[in-house]
């Protein structure tokens, strides 16, 4: 049903300098795979088949990543080594990429924007390959999937956070419709805690419906003088239905070195040890 899934990929990374000097901030490892993998895997496993890359200067490396190394098939084919590809000829044999960039550095809801070529008049999936989610059984996206199925509307992602964290994240205020569902009354990006309606916190997974584009055009400058998906979202959140879905499962921020850490060790017990 949703087929389509788009990945904001022209941030700049400079948490992580120098790692991210000439490498995509998406292409560093948990264990042996690239951020962007696992969200591309996500997307996957949620019945998607189309991956919609919003790229920019210095990104090339994602697209090498998602194509045939000549090369090395090569030159491992048929020895001991050639399990090694099998997980990242599986992705690439699954879907199909395409990219866009983002020429100017104007926001996550900018970023969505550029990739309204790519994606058309259909409800898409957004995830940002920083939050790496891992669930048990259906992944995060798959869960937002089965809930689209039921509402038709756009939804959010979110997780408790502790509350001086408010300042990180977009938060969100709404009636619990059902047990974990919340239809959304107000949404907030990064507020000082003592501003926040709650510690209900926006994590980088998004089902949107294709209006968002047309609010998105619309949307002026907020938080940080840039073009909000938390802002547009209230928009459409005032005219339609949005809701907000405690998902099942962990998250981890890899955009911060605390969460990449833990995310890495949490990898290794599960796959490694
Ligand atoms: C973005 C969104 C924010 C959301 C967060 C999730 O912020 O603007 O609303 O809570 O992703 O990771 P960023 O982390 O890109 O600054």
């Given at each position: 049903?949703?087929?389509?899934?788009?990945?904001?990929?022209a941030?700049?990374?400079?948490?992580?300098?120098?790692?991210?000097?000439?490498?995509?901030?998406?292409?560093?490892?948990?264990?042996?795979?690239?951020?962007?993998?696992?969200?591309?895997?996500?997307?996957?496993?949620?019945?998607?088949?189309?991956?919609?890359?919003i790229?920019g200067?210095?990104?090339?490396?994602?697209?090498?990543?998602?194509?045939?190394?000549?090369?090395?098939?090569?030159?491992?084919?048929?020895?001991?080594?050639?399990?090694?590809?099998?997980?990242?000829?599986?992705?690439?044999?699954?879907?199909?990429?395409?990219?866009?960039r983002q020429i100017?550095?104007?926001?996550?809801?900018h970023a969505?924007?550029c990739?309204?070529?790519?994606?058309?008049?259909?409800?898409?999936?957004?995830?940002?390959?920083?939050?790496?989610?891992?669930?048990?059984?259906?992944?995060?996206?798959?869960?937002?999937?089965?809930?689209?199925?039921?509402?038709?509307?756009?939804?959010?992602?979110?997780?408790?956070?502790?509350?001086?964290?408010?300042?990180?994240?977009?938060?969100?205020?709404?009636?619990?419709?059902?047990?974990?569902?919340?239809?959304?009354?107000?949404?907030?990006?990064?507020?000082?805690?003592?501003?926040?309606?709650?510690?209900?916190?926006?994590?980088?997974?998004?089902?949107?419906?294709?209006?968002?584009?047309?609010?998105?055009?619309?949307?002026?400058?907020?938080?940080?003088?840039?073009?909000?998906?938390?802002?547009?979202?209230?928009?459409?959140?005032?005219?339609?239905?949005?809701?907000?879905?405690?998902?099942?499962?962990?998250?981890?921020?890899?955009?911060?070195?605390?969460?990449?850490?833990?995310?890495?060790?949490?990898?290794?017990?599960?796959?490694?040890?």
């Amino acid at each position: 049903m949703i087929k389509k899934c788009l990945f904001p990929a022209a941030g700049y990374g400079t948490r992580f300098l120098p790692a991210t000097k000439a490498t995509p901030k998406e292409m560093l490892p948990i264990l042996t795979k690239p951020l962007i993998q696992y969200g591309v895997e996500e997307a996957i496993q949620a019945g998607m088949d189309t991956m919609a890359i919003i790229t920019g200067r210095g990104k090339r490396a994602i697209e090498d990543h998602f194509d045939i190394s000549y090369e090395l098939e090569h030159q491992i084919k048929n020895t001991p080594k050639e399990h090694y590809l099998n997980e990242i000829r599986h992705v690439i044999g699954q879907c199909t990429f395409s990219y866009t960039r983002q020429i100017e550095m104007k926001g996550l809801g900018h970023a969505i924007l550029c990739g309204q070529s790519l994606i058309g008049n259909e409800a898409f999936a957004v995830v940002l390959a920083d939050d790496l989610c891992h669930a048990k059984d259906d992944g995060v996206l798959a869960q937002m999937v089965k809930l689209y199925a039921k509402y038709k509307c756009s939804i959010v992602a979110i997780e408790e956070i502790p509350k001086e964290d408010t300042n990180k994240y977009g938060i969100i205020e709404g009636n619990e419709i059902e047990d974990g569902i919340f239809m959304i009354s107000n949404m907030i990006e990064k507020p000082e805690p003592k501003d926040a309606p709650s510690n209900l916190a926006i994590i980088g997974r998004y089902i949107l419906t294709p209006d968002i584009f047309d609010i998105l055009k619309t949307t002026k400058a907020g938080k940080a003088d840039e073009i909000q998906i938390t802002d547009a979202l209230l928009t459409q959140a005032k005219n339609n239905m949005v809701l907000a879905y405690k998902f099942d499962g962990k998250r981890f921020d890899c955009g911060s070195i605390d969460g990449f850490v833990e995310a890495t060790n949490y990898f290794y017990k599960k796959e490694v040890k």
